[in-house]
C-alpha cells in the first residue's frame, strides 16, 4: 500500500533555532517529492520538488533531501521566524498513472515562539 | 502566488441543504481537484478532472458531485448537505507538465452542517 508517514507530528521551538522533519514513504514506482506548507485555513503551497536523480534542494531558509534508496525525505528549516508557524506536508507522487496521483502525509505542525 | 479562488471561504448551513462550492483558475490549467481534509489529517482525493466535460472520482468516496463545463470552473456540488460532509474541502490545478504534475491549491471552504 501506498503511503507517507511524517514525524513529529507536531514540535514546538524557538524563534532563531533550526529544526529537522522527517518523511518516509513506501510510494512505486517513485516519481517525486515534495514538501508543501500550510498555513492555518489556507491551501497548501509548494516549498520544494524533487525527483528521483535529485537529493537536495533549497528554497531561502528550507532546505530538503532525498534518499531515494532508502525512500526517506527531511526538511531542513534554518533560522526559524514567527512566519514558520504552520503544517508541512511531505507529498510523494506516482509515475504509475498518467494523473501523476499525488500520496499526502499528515504533516508536521510547527509552532515557532519568540 | 496561485490565481485559484474558492469561495465561500466559510460556510455554516443546515442539514439537508443543497450547497453548492465553488473553484475558479485563471491559469489555464487542463486538471483540476477537490480534496477533503479534516483536521491534523492528511488531504483525500474525492474528485478530478482531465479538463472540459471530464469528471472522475477520487480515492475517497464522497457524496458530492462535480461538474467542468468550462475549463476555468470546478463547482462541487452537495444535494443534501449532512454534519457528516462537515469537513475543509480544497480545490486544486495543476497544468500540462506531467512529469512533475504540480498542483496549485486554492484557500480552501471551510463547511460546517448542523
Known amino acids: 500500500k501506498n503511503q507517507v508517514e511524517q514525524s513529529p507530528q507536531s514540535l514546538i521551538i524557538l524563534e532563531g533555532k533550526n529544526c529537522t522533519l522527517q518523511c518516509n514513504y513506501t510510494v512505486s514506482p517513485f516519481s517525486n517529492l515534495r514538501w508543501y506548507k500550510q498555513d492555518t485555513g489556507r491551501g497548501p503551497v509548494s516549498l520544494t520538488i524533487?525527483?528521483?536523480?535529485?537529493n537536495t534542494k533549497s528554497n531561502g531558509r528550507y532546505t530538503a533531501t532525498l534518499d531515494a534508496d532508502t525512500k526517506q525525505s527531511s526538511l531542513h528549516i534554518t533560522a526559524s521566524q514567527l512566519s514558520d508557524s504552520a503544517s508541512y506536508i511531505c507529498v510523494v507522487s506516482d509515475r504509475g498513472s498518467t494523473l501523476g496521483r499525488l500520496y499526502f502525509g499528515r504533516g508536521t505542525q510547527l509552532t515557532v515562539w519568540p | 502566488e496561485a490565481d485559484i479562488y474558492q469561495t465561500p471561504r466559510y460556510l455554516v448551513i443546515g442539514t439537508g441543504k443543497k450547497i453548492t462550492l465553488e473553484c475558479s483558475q485563471t491559469?489555464?490549467?487542463?486538471?483540476m481537484y477537490w480534496y477533503q481534509q479534516d483536521p491534523g489529517m492528511e488531504l483525500h482525493l474525492i474528485h478530478y478532472?482531465?479538463?472540459?466535460?471530464?469528471?472522475e472520482k477520487g480515492d475517497l468516496s464522497s457524496e458530492s458531485t462535480v461538474s467542468r463545463i468550462r475549463t476555468e470552473h470546478f463547482p462541487l456540488t452537495l444535494e443534501s448537505a449532512r454534519p457528516s460532509h462537515t469537513s475543509q474541502y480544497l480545490c486544486?490545478?495543476?497544468?500540462?507538465?506531467?512529469?512533475?504534475?504540480?498542483?496549485?491549491f486554492g484557500a480552501g471552504t471551510r463547511l460546517s452542517v448542523l
Open positions: 524533487m525527483t528521483f536523480s535529485e
Open positions: 491559469m489555464g490549467h487542463d486538471k
Open positions: 486544486a490545478s495543476s497544468g500540462i507538465e506531467v512529469s512533475r504534475n504540480i498542483q496549485y
Open positions: 478532472s482531465y479538463g472540459v466535460n471530464s469528471t
